[in-house]
Protein backbone atom coordinates (compact mmCIF):
# COMPACT_ATOMS: atom_id res chain seq x y z
CA UNK A 1 0.00 0.00 0.00
CA UNK A 2 1.31 3.30 -0.83
CA UNK A 3 2.84 5.52 2.24
CA UNK A 4 1.04 8.52 3.35
CA UNK A 5 2.55 12.03 5.34
CA UNK A 6 0.23 11.76 8.03
CA UNK A 7 -0.89 15.27 7.40
CA UNK A 8 -2.39 13.77 3.99
CA UNK A 9 -3.78 11.11 5.70
CA UNK A 10 -5.63 13.30 8.30
CA UNK A 11 -6.83 15.28 4.99
CA UNK A 12 -8.37 12.10 4.08
CA UNK A 13 -10.64 11.34 6.93
CA UNK A 14 -11.33 14.84 7.70
CA UNK A 15 -13.15 14.69 3.94
CA UNK A 16 -14.87 11.60 5.09
CA UNK A 17 -15.87 12.54 8.54
CA UNK A 18 -17.66 16.02 7.13
CA UNK A 19 -19.30 13.93 4.25
CA UNK A 20 -20.17 10.49 5.53
CA UNK A 21 -20.94 11.56 9.11
CA UNK A 22 -22.38 14.61 9.14
CA UNK A 23 -25.97 13.60 7.55
CA UNK A 24 -28.22 14.93 10.61
CA UNK A 25 -25.88 17.65 11.02
CA UNK A 26 -26.24 19.44 7.66
CA UNK A 27 -30.33 17.87 7.31
CA UNK A 28 -30.98 20.24 10.38
CA UNK A 29 -29.37 23.23 9.11
CA UNK A 30 -31.20 22.92 5.44
CA UNK A 31 -34.35 22.69 7.90
CA UNK A 32 -33.51 25.83 9.00
CA UNK A 33 -31.40 27.62 5.65
CA UNK A 34 -33.28 26.47 2.60
CA UNK A 35 -30.72 25.26 0.07
CA UNK A 36 -31.98 27.62 -2.22
CA UNK A 37 -30.20 30.73 -3.75
CA UNK A 38 -26.58 32.25 -1.56
CA UNK A 39 -27.73 29.94 1.32
CA UNK A 40 -25.98 27.44 -0.77
CA UNK A 41 -23.28 29.26 -0.72
CA UNK A 42 -23.55 29.32 3.07
CA UNK A 43 -23.89 25.58 3.46
CA UNK A 44 -21.26 24.77 1.50
CA UNK A 45 -18.95 27.01 3.38
CA UNK A 46 -20.04 25.51 6.60
CA UNK A 47 -19.09 22.14 5.47
CA UNK A 48 -15.37 23.59 4.67
CA UNK A 49 -15.14 25.10 7.91
CA UNK A 50 -16.14 21.91 9.79
CA UNK A 51 -13.75 20.24 7.25
CA UNK A 52 -11.18 22.89 8.32
CA UNK A 53 -12.07 22.62 12.34
CA UNK A 54 -11.73 18.86 11.89
CA UNK A 55 -8.01 18.90 10.27
CA UNK A 56 -7.14 21.48 12.54
CA UNK A 57 -8.00 19.27 15.75
CA UNK A 58 -6.74 16.07 14.71
CA UNK A 59 -3.21 17.87 13.73
CA UNK A 60 -3.00 19.67 17.37
CA UNK A 61 -2.68 16.10 18.14
CA UNK A 62 -0.88 14.67 15.81
CA UNK A 63 2.66 12.70 16.32
CA UNK A 64 4.54 9.19 15.34
CA UNK A 65 2.17 7.47 18.16
CA UNK A 66 -1.01 9.08 18.23
CA UNK A 67 -2.08 10.14 15.11
CA UNK A 68 -3.76 6.47 14.01
CA UNK A 69 -4.83 5.60 17.56
CA UNK A 70 -6.83 9.18 17.38
CA UNK A 71 -8.05 8.29 13.98
CA UNK A 72 -9.47 5.23 14.77
CA UNK A 73 -10.64 5.77 17.85
CA UNK A 74 -12.93 9.20 16.40
CA UNK A 75 -13.80 6.75 13.26
CA UNK A 76 -15.09 3.99 15.38
CA UNK A 77 -16.75 5.80 17.53
CA UNK A 78 -18.09 8.12 15.04
CA UNK A 79 -20.08 5.76 13.29
CA UNK A 80 -21.75 5.03 16.14
CA UNK A 81 -22.98 8.37 16.71
CA UNK A 82 -23.89 9.06 12.96
CA UNK A 83 -26.06 6.23 13.41
CA UNK A 84 -27.99 7.42 16.74
CA UNK A 85 -28.59 10.82 15.35
CA UNK A 86 -29.55 10.07 11.96
CA UNK A 87 -31.84 7.27 13.15
CA UNK A 88 -33.03 8.64 16.39
CA UNK A 89 -31.81 12.38 15.83
CA UNK A 90 -30.96 12.75 19.35
CA UNK A 91 -28.07 14.46 20.13
CA UNK A 92 -24.48 13.38 22.03
CA UNK A 93 -24.24 15.50 25.11
CA UNK A 94 -22.47 14.69 27.80
CA UNK A 95 -25.73 13.90 29.91
CA UNK A 96 -26.54 11.72 27.25
CA UNK A 97 -22.97 10.07 27.52
CA UNK A 98 -23.86 9.58 31.28
CA UNK A 99 -27.01 8.24 30.36
CA UNK A 100 -25.63 5.37 27.96
CA UNK A 101 -22.25 4.24 30.72
CA UNK A 102 -25.49 3.87 33.28
CA UNK A 103 -27.65 1.64 30.50
CA UNK A 104 -27.28 -2.36 31.54
CA UNK A 105 -26.14 -4.83 28.80
CA UNK A 106 -30.50 -5.20 28.34
CA UNK A 107 -31.82 -2.10 27.39
CA UNK A 108 -28.23 -1.79 25.44
CA UNK A 109 -29.50 -4.82 23.39
CA UNK A 110 -32.55 -3.21 22.55
CA UNK A 111 -30.68 -0.75 20.14
CA UNK A 112 -29.10 -3.42 18.64
CA UNK A 113 -30.15 -3.52 14.79
CA UNK A 114 -28.94 -4.55 11.67
CA UNK A 115 -28.87 -1.10 10.31
CA UNK A 116 -26.43 -0.20 13.74
CA UNK A 117 -24.23 -2.88 12.27
CA UNK A 118 -23.95 -1.54 8.47
CA UNK A 119 -23.36 1.61 9.90
CA UNK A 120 -20.05 0.39 12.10
CA UNK A 121 -19.19 -1.39 9.56
CA UNK A 122 -18.88 0.91 6.85
CA UNK A 123 -18.03 3.52 8.76
CA UNK A 124 -16.40 2.41 11.64
CA UNK A 125 -14.40 -0.62 11.09
CA UNK A 126 -13.76 -0.25 7.25
CA UNK A 127 -11.92 3.13 7.16
CA UNK A 128 -10.20 2.20 10.40
CA UNK A 129 -8.81 -1.34 8.95
CA UNK A 130 -7.73 0.59 6.13
CA UNK A 131 -6.11 3.82 8.05
CA UNK A 132 -3.84 1.05 10.33
CA UNK A 133 -2.94 -0.96 7.11
CA UNK A 134 -1.49 2.45 5.42
CA UNK A 135 2.33 3.48 6.09
CA UNK A 136 2.88 6.63 7.10
CA UNK A 137 6.07 8.43 5.99
CA UNK A 138 7.79 10.56 8.72
CA UNK A 139 10.49 13.06 8.32
CA UNK A 140 13.05 14.67 10.70
CA UNK A 141 11.59 16.17 14.03
CA UNK A 142 11.81 20.09 12.67
CA UNK A 143 10.04 19.32 9.49
CA UNK A 144 7.28 17.65 10.68
CA UNK A 145 7.02 20.41 13.56
CA UNK A 146 6.95 22.82 10.06
CA UNK A 147 4.81 21.04 8.97
CA UNK A 148 2.16 20.79 11.56
CA UNK A 149 2.48 24.54 12.30
CA UNK A 150 1.95 25.35 8.85
CA UNK A 151 -1.29 22.42 8.57
CA UNK A 152 -2.56 24.31 11.70
CA UNK A 153 -1.51 28.08 10.42
CA UNK A 154 -3.45 27.78 7.12
CA UNK A 155 -6.55 25.52 8.49
CA UNK A 156 -7.10 27.79 10.80
CA UNK A 157 -6.91 31.16 8.22
CA UNK A 158 -8.89 29.90 6.13
CA UNK A 159 -11.89 29.47 9.01
CA UNK A 160 -11.53 32.67 10.01
CA UNK A 161 -11.59 34.40 6.55
CA UNK A 162 -14.64 32.44 5.61
CA UNK A 163 -16.45 33.23 8.95
CA UNK A 164 -15.89 36.93 7.93
CA UNK A 165 -16.79 36.87 4.61
CA UNK A 166 -19.85 35.49 5.40
CA UNK A 167 -20.02 37.13 8.77
CA UNK A 168 -23.71 37.73 8.21
CA UNK A 169 -24.79 34.24 7.75
CA UNK A 170 -21.94 32.84 10.54
CA UNK A 171 -23.86 35.71 13.21
CA UNK A 172 -27.22 33.86 12.88
CA UNK A 173 -25.64 30.05 12.88
CA UNK A 174 -23.83 31.18 16.14
CA UNK A 175 -26.57 33.29 18.20
CA UNK A 176 -29.45 32.39 16.71
CA UNK A 177 -29.26 28.58 16.06
CA UNK A 178 -26.79 27.41 18.44
CA UNK A 179 -28.71 23.93 18.56
CA UNK A 180 -27.74 23.16 14.90
CA UNK A 181 -24.08 22.83 16.51
CA UNK A 182 -25.00 20.30 18.54
CA UNK A 183 -25.38 17.98 15.30
CA UNK A 184 -21.70 18.04 14.28
CA UNK A 185 -19.90 14.82 14.53
CA UNK A 186 -17.02 14.09 15.73
CA UNK A 187 -16.79 17.51 17.25
CA UNK A 188 -19.66 17.73 19.51
CA UNK A 189 -19.16 14.09 20.97
CA UNK A 190 -15.80 14.92 21.85
CA UNK A 191 -16.66 17.99 23.40
CA UNK A 192 -19.28 16.11 25.78
CA UNK A 193 -16.70 13.88 26.23
CA UNK A 194 -14.74 16.24 27.70
CA UNK A 195 -17.43 18.29 29.34
CA UNK A 196 -18.43 14.77 31.21
CA UNK A 197 -15.20 14.06 32.66
CA UNK A 198 -15.18 17.54 33.85
CA UNK A 199 -18.73 17.65 35.81
CA UNK A 200 -17.97 13.94 36.82
CA UNK A 201 -14.10 13.42 37.77
CA UNK A 202 -13.47 13.84 41.55
CA UNK A 203 -10.14 14.92 43.04
CA UNK A 204 -10.48 12.66 45.92
CA UNK A 205 -12.75 10.05 47.32
CA UNK A 206 -16.41 11.14 47.44
CA UNK A 207 -17.33 12.74 50.87
CA UNK A 208 -21.72 12.34 51.31
CA UNK A 209 -23.32 15.00 52.96
CA UNK A 210 -25.62 14.58 55.11
CA UNK A 211 -28.85 16.60 55.46
CA UNK A 212 -31.79 16.89 57.38
CA UNK A 213 -30.43 15.20 60.09
CA UNK A 214 -32.80 16.33 62.43
CA UNK A 215 -35.69 15.01 60.59
CA UNK A 216 -38.25 13.64 63.67
CA UNK A 217 -41.74 12.01 63.32
CA UNK A 218 -44.03 15.25 64.49
CA UNK A 219 -45.82 13.58 67.30
CA UNK A 220 -49.78 13.52 68.09
CA UNK A 221 -52.09 13.25 71.08
CA UNK A 222 -53.74 10.53 69.68
CA UNK A 223 -52.62 6.98 71.02
CA UNK A 224 -53.97 4.85 67.78
CA UNK A 225 -52.35 6.93 65.41
CA UNK A 226 -51.90 4.83 62.30
CA UNK A 227 -48.60 4.07 60.64
CA UNK A 228 -47.72 5.49 57.02
CA UNK A 229 -47.44 2.97 53.85
CA UNK A 230 -46.35 4.79 50.81
CA UNK A 231 -45.25 3.23 47.23
CA UNK A 232 -43.62 5.62 45.27
CA UNK A 233 -43.51 3.93 41.67
CA UNK A 234 -40.76 5.66 39.69
CA UNK A 235 -42.25 5.44 35.90
CA UNK A 236 -40.07 5.19 32.82
CA UNK A 237 -40.58 7.00 29.63
CA UNK A 238 -44.10 7.72 30.09
CA UNK A 239 -45.39 11.31 28.94
CA UNK A 240 -48.83 12.62 30.01
CA UNK A 241 -50.49 13.84 27.06
CA UNK A 242 -50.53 9.88 26.44
CA UNK A 243 -52.71 9.03 29.56
CA UNK A 244 -56.72 9.11 28.60
CA UNK A 245 -56.30 10.20 32.46
CA UNK A 246 -55.52 13.29 30.84
CA UNK A 247 -57.72 13.02 27.82
CA UNK A 248 -55.87 11.38 25.16
CA UNK A 249 -58.68 9.53 23.10
CA UNK A 250 -57.19 6.40 23.39
CA UNK A 251 -57.95 4.21 26.42
CA UNK A 252 -54.67 3.69 27.81
CA UNK A 253 -55.95 4.22 31.46
CA UNK A 254 -59.23 2.29 31.69
CA UNK A 255 -58.28 1.03 35.22
CA UNK A 256 -57.01 3.88 36.81
CA UNK A 257 -60.10 5.70 35.66
CA UNK A 258 -62.57 3.75 38.42
CA UNK A 259 -59.76 4.87 41.15
CA UNK A 260 -59.70 7.94 42.88
CA UNK A 261 -56.50 9.32 41.21
CA UNK A 262 -55.68 12.88 41.64
CA UNK A 263 -54.14 13.44 38.25
CA UNK A 264 -51.22 16.28 37.75
CA UNK A 265 -51.14 17.01 34.22
CA UNK A 266 -48.81 19.67 33.95
CA UNK A 267 -46.07 18.00 36.12
CA UNK A 268 -42.39 18.60 34.63
CA UNK A 269 -39.58 16.69 34.36
CA UNK A 270 -36.13 17.51 35.78
CA UNK A 271 -33.80 16.19 33.17
CA UNK A 272 -34.60 14.05 29.92
CA UNK A 273 -32.84 10.98 31.11
CA UNK A 274 -32.89 8.90 33.58
CA UNK A 275 -29.78 9.37 35.00
CA UNK A 276 -30.09 12.89 35.37
CA UNK A 277 -33.72 12.43 36.93
CA UNK A 278 -33.82 10.29 38.78
CA UNK A 279 -31.08 11.28 40.93
CA UNK A 280 -32.46 14.90 40.59
CA UNK A 281 -36.48 13.84 41.71
CA UNK A 282 -35.12 12.97 45.43
CA UNK A 283 -32.68 15.68 45.69
CA UNK A 284 -32.92 18.79 47.92
CA UNK A 285 -31.77 20.74 45.09
CA UNK A 286 -34.08 22.50 42.28
CA UNK A 287 -33.97 21.43 38.58
CA UNK A 288 -31.47 24.96 38.01
CA UNK A 289 -29.42 23.76 41.11
CA UNK A 290 -28.82 20.44 40.28
CA UNK A 291 -25.88 18.77 39.11
CA UNK A 292 -23.90 15.18 38.69
CA UNK A 293 -21.75 16.62 41.38
CA UNK A 294 -23.86 17.99 43.87
CA UNK A 295 -26.33 14.68 43.59
CA UNK A 296 -23.69 12.07 44.56
CA UNK A 297 -22.06 14.35 47.45
CA UNK A 298 -25.26 15.22 49.04
CA UNK A 299 -27.69 12.92 50.78
CA UNK A 300 -31.61 12.53 49.27
CA UNK A 301 -35.15 12.82 50.56
CA UNK A 302 -34.65 8.40 51.19
CA UNK A 303 -32.00 9.51 53.54
CA UNK A 304 -33.68 12.10 55.45
CA UNK A 305 -37.00 9.98 55.83
CA UNK A 306 -34.28 7.29 57.18
CA UNK A 307 -32.51 9.58 59.72
CA UNK A 308 -35.81 10.15 61.80
CA UNK A 309 -35.36 6.07 62.68
CA UNK A 310 -39.01 5.26 62.63
CA UNK A 311 -39.43 4.91 58.62
CA UNK A 312 -37.65 1.96 56.87
CA UNK A 313 -37.25 2.76 52.59
CA UNK A 314 -36.91 -0.37 50.58
CA UNK A 315 -35.76 0.27 46.78
CA UNK A 316 -36.79 -2.41 44.19
CA UNK A 317 -35.81 -1.70 41.14
CA UNK A 318 -37.14 -3.29 37.78
CA UNK A 319 -34.98 -0.93 35.78
CA UNK A 320 -31.28 -0.20 35.41
CA UNK A 321 -30.76 1.22 38.79
CA UNK A 322 -31.20 3.50 41.86
CA UNK A 323 -28.73 5.92 40.08
CA UNK A 324 -27.44 6.44 43.07
CA UNK A 325 -30.51 7.22 45.19
CA UNK A 326 -30.64 3.66 46.96
CA UNK A 327 -27.15 3.35 48.19
CA UNK A 328 -27.89 3.90 52.06
CA UNK A 329 -31.35 1.95 52.08
CA UNK A 330 -32.62 -1.49 51.51
CA UNK A 331 -31.85 -2.26 47.72
CA UNK A 332 -33.27 -5.19 45.45
CA UNK A 333 -32.63 -5.87 42.09
CA UNK A 334 -36.21 -7.75 40.34
CA UNK A 335 -34.20 -7.32 36.84
CA UNK A 336 -33.79 -11.42 37.22
CA UNK A 337 -36.20 -14.47 37.55
CA UNK A 338 -33.98 -14.91 40.77
CA UNK A 339 -35.99 -12.14 42.70
CA UNK A 340 -38.51 -11.60 40.12
CA UNK A 341 -41.39 -14.32 39.85
CA UNK A 342 -43.12 -12.58 37.37
CA UNK A 343 -40.75 -12.88 34.20
CA UNK A 344 -41.43 -13.76 30.19
CA UNK A 345 -39.66 -12.01 27.39
CA UNK A 346 -38.42 -10.11 30.31
CA UNK A 347 -39.18 -9.69 34.06
CA UNK A 348 -42.11 -7.78 34.25
CA UNK A 349 -42.77 -4.72 36.79
CA UNK A 350 -46.08 -6.65 38.54
CA UNK A 351 -43.27 -8.63 39.97
CA UNK A 352 -41.78 -6.13 42.45
CA UNK A 353 -45.27 -6.69 44.25
CA UNK A 354 -44.50 -10.12 45.49
CA UNK A 355 -43.27 -10.52 48.61
CA UNK A 356 -43.93 -7.06 49.82
CA UNK A 357 -46.40 -8.40 52.46
CA UNK A 358 -43.33 -10.04 53.94
CA UNK A 359 -41.43 -6.89 53.99
CA UNK A 360 -44.48 -4.88 55.92
CA UNK A 361 -45.22 -7.39 58.14
CA UNK A 362 -41.44 -7.56 59.42
CA UNK A 363 -41.44 -3.56 59.56
CA UNK A 364 -44.64 -3.62 60.90
CA UNK A 365 -43.71 -1.01 63.86
CA UNK A 366 -42.48 1.58 61.37
CA UNK A 367 -43.63 4.10 58.63
CA UNK A 368 -43.10 2.17 55.51
CA UNK A 369 -41.51 3.88 51.98
CA UNK A 370 -41.48 0.99 49.55
CA UNK A 371 -40.14 2.79 45.77
CA UNK A 372 -40.87 0.30 42.60
CA UNK A 373 -38.78 1.45 39.47
CA UNK A 374 -40.84 0.26 36.34
CA UNK A 375 -39.17 -0.78 32.90
CA UNK A 376 -42.08 0.83 32.04
CA UNK A 377 -42.10 2.60 29.00
CA UNK A 378 -37.86 2.25 27.97
CA UNK A 379 -37.20 2.53 24.20
CA UNK A 380 -37.12 2.27 21.45
CA UNK A 381 -38.43 -1.52 22.10
CA UNK A 382 -41.72 -0.74 22.92
CA UNK A 383 -43.50 -4.03 22.14
CA UNK A 384 -41.54 -5.75 24.88
CA UNK A 385 -42.32 -3.75 27.63
CA UNK A 386 -45.71 -5.68 27.98
CA UNK A 387 -47.51 -9.09 27.75
CA UNK A 388 -48.97 -10.05 24.84
CA UNK A 389 -52.40 -9.85 26.63
CA UNK A 390 -51.81 -5.77 26.68
CA UNK A 391 -51.12 -5.59 22.41
CA UNK A 392 -54.63 -3.58 22.25
CA UNK A 393 -53.66 -1.06 19.86
CA UNK A 394 -52.64 -2.20 16.51
CA UNK A 395 -50.75 -2.27 14.06
CA UNK A 396 -47.60 -2.44 16.15
CA UNK A 397 -43.88 -1.43 15.70
CA UNK A 398 -42.12 -4.75 16.61
CA UNK A 399 -38.43 -3.29 15.40
CA UNK A 400 -36.38 -1.01 17.71
CA UNK A 401 -35.89 0.74 14.14
CA UNK A 402 -38.33 3.39 14.77
CA UNK A 403 -37.82 5.09 11.36
CA UNK A 404 -39.23 2.01 9.58
CA UNK A 405 -42.45 2.29 11.09
CA UNK A 406 -44.94 4.55 10.88
CA UNK A 407 -45.67 6.75 13.49
CA UNK A 408 -49.38 5.22 14.29
CA UNK A 409 -47.73 1.16 14.95
CA UNK A 410 -44.72 3.37 17.02
CA UNK A 411 -47.38 5.05 19.04
CA UNK A 412 -49.50 1.89 19.12
CA UNK A 413 -46.50 0.36 20.68
CA UNK A 414 -45.95 2.44 23.05
CA UNK A 415 -49.71 3.15 24.05
CA UNK A 416 -50.03 -0.95 24.66
CA UNK A 417 -47.11 -0.26 27.50
CA UNK A 418 -49.02 2.20 28.88
CA UNK A 419 -52.01 -0.16 29.25
CA UNK A 420 -49.33 -2.32 31.46
CA UNK A 421 -48.28 -0.31 33.37
CA UNK A 422 -51.99 1.04 34.09
CA UNK A 423 -52.68 -2.99 35.18
CA UNK A 424 -49.89 -2.93 37.05
CA UNK A 425 -50.46 0.86 38.90
CA UNK A 426 -53.80 -1.08 39.98
CA UNK A 427 -52.79 -3.39 41.20
CA UNK A 428 -50.59 -1.69 43.45
CA UNK A 429 -53.29 0.28 44.46
CA UNK A 430 -55.34 -2.60 45.40
CA UNK A 431 -52.57 -4.24 47.27
CA UNK A 432 -52.48 -0.89 49.35
CA UNK A 433 -56.10 -0.94 49.78
CA UNK A 434 -55.94 -4.55 51.73
CA UNK A 435 -53.76 -2.43 54.52
CA UNK A 436 -55.95 0.48 54.37
CA UNK A 437 -57.03 -0.17 58.06
CA UNK A 438 -53.92 -0.73 59.13
CA UNK A 439 -52.18 2.12 57.75
CA UNK A 440 -52.62 5.23 56.44
CA UNK A 441 -51.54 3.97 52.89
CA UNK A 442 -50.79 6.50 49.80
CA UNK A 443 -49.09 5.77 45.94
CA UNK A 444 -47.75 8.12 43.88
CA UNK A 445 -46.38 7.63 40.44
CA UNK A 446 -44.08 9.97 38.98
CA UNK A 447 -42.47 9.16 35.23
CA UNK A 448 -38.82 10.09 35.38
CA UNK A 449 -38.90 11.90 31.67
CA UNK A 450 -40.61 11.85 28.91
CA UNK A 451 -40.19 10.32 25.11
CA UNK A 452 -40.53 11.65 21.54
CA UNK A 453 -42.08 9.28 19.45
CA UNK A 454 -41.09 10.67 15.50
CA UNK A 455 -42.95 14.38 16.43
CA UNK A 456 -40.37 16.68 14.11
CA UNK A 457 -38.36 13.79 12.97
CA UNK A 458 -37.38 13.28 17.06
CA UNK A 459 -37.34 9.65 18.58
CA UNK A 460 -36.47 7.84 22.89
CA UNK A 461 -35.28 10.96 24.83
CA UNK A 462 -32.32 12.84 26.24
CA UNK A 463 -32.14 15.92 24.07
CA UNK A 464 -30.39 18.91 25.96
CA UNK A 465 -33.28 20.56 28.04
CA UNK A 466 -33.68 23.49 27.08
CA UNK A 467 -34.33 22.73 23.72
CA UNK A 468 -35.97 19.28 24.21
CA UNK A 469 -39.46 19.06 23.14
CA UNK A 470 -42.37 18.78 25.61
CA UNK A 471 -43.23 15.69 25.31
CA UNK A 472 -39.74 14.39 27.02
CA UNK A 473 -40.33 16.99 29.92
CA UNK A 474 -44.21 16.77 30.50
CA UNK A 475 -44.42 13.70 32.28
CA UNK A 476 -47.00 11.60 33.73
CA UNK A 477 -47.63 11.73 37.45
CA UNK A 478 -50.50 11.38 39.88
CA UNK A 479 -51.43 10.08 43.52
CA UNK A 480 -53.79 8.13 45.10
CA UNK A 481 -54.60 8.51 48.86
CA UNK A 482 -56.37 5.78 50.53
CA UNK A 483 -59.26 5.54 52.64
CA UNK A 484 -59.45 6.15 56.11
CA UNK A 485 -57.50 8.13 58.62
CA UNK A 486 -55.22 9.57 55.94
CA UNK A 487 -58.35 11.59 54.24
CA UNK A 488 -58.94 12.86 57.97
CA UNK A 489 -55.63 15.08 57.39
CA UNK A 490 -56.04 15.74 53.79
CA UNK A 491 -58.40 16.88 52.13
CA UNK A 492 -58.65 15.23 49.03
CA UNK A 493 -61.01 17.54 47.30
CA UNK A 494 -59.27 20.43 48.12
CA UNK A 495 -56.14 18.68 46.66
CA UNK A 496 -57.70 17.97 42.90
CA UNK A 497 -58.88 21.64 43.08
CA UNK A 498 -54.95 22.96 42.40
CA UNK A 499 -53.93 19.85 40.81
CA UNK A 500 -53.77 21.47 37.32
CA UNK A 501 -51.16 23.98 38.46
CA UNK A 502 -47.78 23.51 37.09
CA UNK A 503 -45.61 21.54 39.24
CA UNK A 504 -42.52 19.54 38.80
CA UNK A 505 -40.19 17.12 40.21
CA UNK A 506 -38.94 19.71 42.41
CA UNK A 507 -42.05 19.02 44.60
CA UNK A 508 -41.51 15.23 45.32
CA UNK A 509 -38.44 16.21 48.46
CA UNK A 510 -41.00 17.82 49.91
CA UNK A 511 -44.02 15.66 49.44
CA UNK A 512 -42.50 13.11 50.44
CA UNK A 513 -41.74 14.20 54.01
CA UNK A 514 -44.81 15.98 54.19
CA UNK A 515 -46.82 12.86 53.52
CA UNK A 516 -44.57 11.05 56.71
CA UNK A 517 -45.53 14.20 58.81
CA UNK A 518 -41.72 14.62 59.10
CA UNK A 519 -40.71 17.89 60.73
CA UNK A 520 -36.97 18.77 59.67
CA UNK A 521 -35.38 22.08 58.74
CA UNK A 522 -34.49 21.40 55.02
CA UNK A 523 -38.64 20.95 54.63
CA UNK A 524 -39.97 24.10 52.75
CA UNK A 525 -43.70 24.55 52.44
CA UNK A 526 -43.73 26.02 49.32
CA UNK A 527 -43.01 23.07 47.24
CA UNK A 528 -45.18 21.01 48.94
CA UNK A 529 -47.59 19.90 46.73
CA UNK A 530 -50.09 18.37 49.94
CA UNK A 531 -49.20 21.91 52.01
CA UNK A 532 -52.34 23.45 51.10
CA UNK A 533 -54.46 20.67 51.34
CA UNK A 534 -53.86 19.27 54.84
CA UNK A 535 -56.68 19.72 57.00
CA UNK A 536 -54.23 20.61 60.39
CA UNK A 537 -51.65 22.89 60.25
Not at 227 to 255: C, D, F, W
Request: proline letters at 2%; a neutral charge; hydrophobic letters at 40%.
Amino acid sequence: MKSFSQYKLILIVAIILTAFYNISFFKNVITVYEFSGLNIVYIISLGIVLFLLIVFLFTVFSSKYTTKPILIVVLLTSSFTAYFMDTYHVVIDSEMIRNSLQTNLSESADLFSFQLVVYVLLLGILPSFLTYKIKLEYTTFKKELLSKIAVIVVSLSFVVITILTFSKFYTSFFREHKPLRYHVNPIYWVYSIGNYVSKTLNAGPIIVKEIGIDAKIIETNDEVDKKELMILVVGEATRANRLSLNGYEKQTNPLLEKEDIVNFPNLYSCGTSTAHSVPCMFSIFNKDDYSYKKGISTQNVVDVLTHTKDIKVLWRDNNSSSKGVANRVDYEDFRTSKTNTICDDECRDEGMLVGLDAYIKKNKNNDILIVLHQMGNHGPAYYKRYPKAYEKFKPVCKTNQLEQCTQEEVSNAYDNAILYTDYFLSKTINFLKSYSKDYETGMIYMSDHGESLGENGLYLHGMPYFMAPDEQKRVASFMWLGQGDIREDIDVDKLKSYANKQFSQDNLFHTLLSFFEVETKVYNKKLDILYDAKKLQ
